[in-house]
């Protein structure tokens, strides 16, 4: 038996606001432009693929010798360990849409929710990335920070729940070049991420910001646009997203790093599901991802910490 008039359901019409792909193409697009760490190590697509944890090879480097005359080559021994890094991150963003607001509400409400779901996975992922500077160093991978160091000099450590921190300065952030530089790690693309209270000091530091040390004119110069942009060939960010050290004096902490530092593996890019929940009367939207995130080179990153 045919369905009458009244029973026919037109996609176009009823479900206009609920299309999987648009909803998709949309967060993702979200998800993207609010990523800021995960953008600056390095990155691994396990999409499709099975398995839980990521073998990464570690070889030492070797050292050249003398050859002498007449003599065999001198053979360098293998010495090198591995890293693994474990997938085990899953976020999901859940809003359960019902008609009663589809019908009512202002075509704003879907873009806050695709905005929204962006945001809070991209948050999540940066969180995460941004976390592996605690093994920075040789850390011990804890909030702790014991092998953190004072953005006011770069060379004292951190002491959890001590109220030791001090705010970044030049021959802080330079201290802290300088250990990059002792470890032969390249020069280029490297990238400063810094909580915003930290980005406050450094836009009052004359270093940072005159024309004198940046080299920059008129309306580009950093005092009269506010940008930090690029400082001694590092770029910075600015996330409100870095980590919080533990204990009862939380500080905040900036991470100068190279790419190669850590690695973020993506087994499932973010995915959106839209299911019609007739008990509800009402769509059920979900967003999800799936990662594992892992230091690769401890020696390549160098945490400051500095007061909340």
């Not at 605690?134 to 109220?163: C, E, H, I, P």
């Not at 004096?249 to 973010?270: I, S």
């Amino acid at each position: 038996m045919g369905l009458g008039t009244n029973h026919v359901i037109n996609s176009e019409v009823n479900t206009a606001g609920f299309i999987p792909e648009i909803w998709s193409d949309e967060i993702i697009a979200g998800y993207k432009k609010n990523l800021v760490a995960a953008n600056l190590i390095k990155t691994m697509n396990m999409k499709g693929k099975k398995g839980d944890v990521v073998h990464f090879p570690a070889p030492a480097r070797g050292a050249a010798t003398t050859k002498a005359a007449e003599t065999e080559v001198t053979l360098i021994q293998e010495s090198g360990t591995e890293k693994t890094v474990t997938i085990n991150q899953h976020y999901e963003y859940s809003r359960l849409i019902e008609d009663f607001a589809e019908v009512q509400a202002l075509s704003s409400l879907r873009r806050f929710y695709t905005d929204d779901a962006g945001y809070a996975l991209a948050t999540r992922v940066d969180t995460d990335v941004l976390s592996l500077g605690r093994q920075s160093q040789a850390g011990s991978g804890s909030a702790a920070y014991d092998k953190g160091f004072l953005g006011g000099d770069g060379s004292t450590f951190y002491v959890a729940a001590s109220n030791n921190e001090s705010a970044i300065t030049d021959a802080g952030f330079r201290r802290a070049i300088q250990r990059l530089d002792d470890q032969d790690v390249p020069m280029d693309n490297r990238n400063f991420v810094i909580p915003p209270v930290a980005r406050n000091v450094m836009m009052g530091l004359s270093r940072f910001t005159e024309q004198a040390f940046t080299g920059e004119a008129g309306n580009a110069n950093t005092i009269r646009n506010g940008q930090i942009g690029d400082i001694y060939g590092i770029k910075v960010y600015v996330s409100t997203n870095v980590d919080t050290t533990n204990g009862s004096g939380a500080a905040r902490v900036c991470l100068l790093f190279h790419p190669e530092f850590g690695v973020l593996v993506e087994q499932l890019g973010v995915r959106v599901q839209t299911q019609y929940k007739q008990e509800h009367l009402g769509t059920l939207l979900t967003a999800d991802t799936l990662y594992g995130t892992g230091e690769l080179r401890d020696t390549s990153a160098v945490a400051l910490v500095v007061p909340a």
